[in-house]
Each structure stands twice: as structure tokens, then as C-alpha cells.
T-cell receptor, first 114, second 114 residues
Framework: EPEVTQTPSHQVTQMGQEVILRCVPI?????FYWYRQILGQKVEFLVS????????KSEIFDDQFSVERPDGSNFTLKIRSTKLEDSAMYFC????????????FGPGTRLTVT | AQSVSQHNHHVILSEAASLELGCNYS??????LFWYVQYPGQHLQLLLKYFSGDPLVKGIKGFEAEFIKSKFSFNLRKPSVQWSDTAEYFCAVNFGGSQGNLIFGKGTKLSVKP
């Protein structure tokens, strides 16, 4: 069964550094998402992406965040200057269509900012 | 603001007990409803979903959920749990008009004692 994959599984970085989290969505999917979960809190939507554009973003997704689909398979989340409060599990998801469709989630990247 | 509430943080049951996990959302318009499950060490995966039609939906592994519009609820049920149902369960809602992003509840950890 096709899966969403994410790398790395765990990233440790110092405050102020840039990080790039990588995701490979399911190959025939067209809609891509990033979510995050701070320890002990809810899974929160960050951004959705379709046709090389951001479709929707939450208020969490400020100017320090960006997303990109640099090639036909990868989908990346960049955090320009990490803060301690960016420490969280980041989940990538994809779906074949937008709107109310099942989203397939990756295993997550645990980001620790020290 | 749109929100999703799960009432139980941690539920402990013995095998063969019946399960009901509560989920409520705060929105009077069109919603699309999901339950996801995360088994230890695994991805979030879809248990079941409701878009329209029969408000009683059946999912995988013997789970079902009932959409009660008047109560803004989408409770998850299983008549007889097994040890293998030990996992964290997340209710998620796609609120009408959005591009597909999911608003998650905080999750309920289910522990089933053999």
C-alpha cells in the first residue's frame, strides 16, 4: 500500500537556525498538507498546497514558514529561523483531491529546537 | 472559532468491554467528519468518515460512529474492544468552505487490558 514518507524522523537544531523538513506524498496525490503537534497539544493545521500554490494557511503559518514542491515527488516545509516554540511533531499529509477527502499521513518528523 | 472537543483524555477498558468516545464540534454549518487512529509507533490512519447520507457510518475493525447534527456530535463506538485496539483516537472535522484542512480534537488514548 502506498505511503507518505517523511525525513528525517528526528531533527535537532539550535534556535535561529533554518530547518527543512521533507515529505514524499503518495505519487498520484495532488493536495498536500502540513500539520504540527506540540507535545501534549492538538494536531494543528499549518498549510495546504495544490498546483504549486498555497491553497490555505493557518495563522500559525507566518512569514518564517514556507513550503515548496521542488520536484515531482518531494514536498518540503522550511522554517527560516527556528524558535524554541517550534519544537513539535510535524506531519505531512496528502490526498487525491481537495475538500473532504481522506488525507494520508506520514509518520512525522520530531523537531527539537534547543 | 471552529473547534473540536474530545471529552476523554485517557480511557482504560478490559477486553470485550464496549467503547464510546465522544467528539463535539462548534459549528452550525456543513461539516465533514473523520476519526483517525494512531497505533503505537505508527502513522495516523483513517478509521471512518462521514460526508453525507446515513448518519451511522461503519469503519474498519468493527468501529462505527454516529453523526447527530442537533448535538454537534460524532461519537465513536465499538461493541467489544480488543487488546489490539490500544491506540490514540483523534476526531477531526473539515468545516464547510475550507479547502480540506482538518481541525483535530486533542485525542483520546485508549488502553485495553487483556
Amino acid at each position: 500500500e502506498p505511503e507518505v514518507t517523511q525525513t528525517p524522523s528526528h531533527q535537532v537544531t539550535q534556535m535561529g537556525q533554518e530547518v527543512i523538513l521533507r515529505c514524499v506524498p503518495i505519487s498520484n496525490h495532488l493536495y498536500f498538507y502540513w500539520y504540527r503537534q506540540i507535545l501534549g497539544q492538538k494536531v494543528e493545521f499549518l498549510v495546504s498546497f495544490y498546483n504549486n500554490e498555497i491553497s490555505e494557511k493557518s495563522e500559525i503559518f507566518d512569514d518564517q514558514f514556507s513550503v515548496e514542491r521542488p520536484d515531482g515527488s518531494n514536498f518540503t516545509l522550511k522554517i527560516r529561523s527556528t524558535k524554541l516554540e517550534d519544537s513539535a511533531m510535524y506531519f505531512c499529509a496528502s490526498s487525491d483531491y481537495g475538500g473532504p477527502r481522506e488525507q494520508y499521513f506520514g509518520p512525522g518528523t520530531r523537531l527539537t529546537v534547543t | 472559532a471552529q473547534s473540536v472537543s474530545q471529552h476523554n483524555h485517557h480511557v482504560i477498558l478490559s477486553e470485550a468491554a464496549s467503547l464510546e468516545l465522544g467528539c463535539n464540534y462548534s459549528y452550525g454549518g456543513t461539516v465533514n467528519l473523520f476519526w483517525y487512529v494512531q497505533y503505537p509507533g505508527q502513522h495516523l490512519q483513517l478509521l471512518l468518515k462521514y460526508f453525507s447520507g446515513d448518519p451511522l457510518v461503519k469503519g474498519i475493525k468493527g468501529f462505527e460512529a454516529e453523526f447527530i447534527k442537533s448535538k454537534f456530535s460524532f461519537n465513536l463506538r465499538k461493541p467489544s474492544v480488543q487488546w489490539s485496539d490500544t491506540a490514540e483516537y483523534f476526531c477531526a472535522v473539515n468545516f464547510g468552505g475550507s479547502q480540506g484542512n482538518l481541525i483535530f480534537g486533542k485525542g483520546t488514548k485508549l488502553s485495553v487490558k487483556p
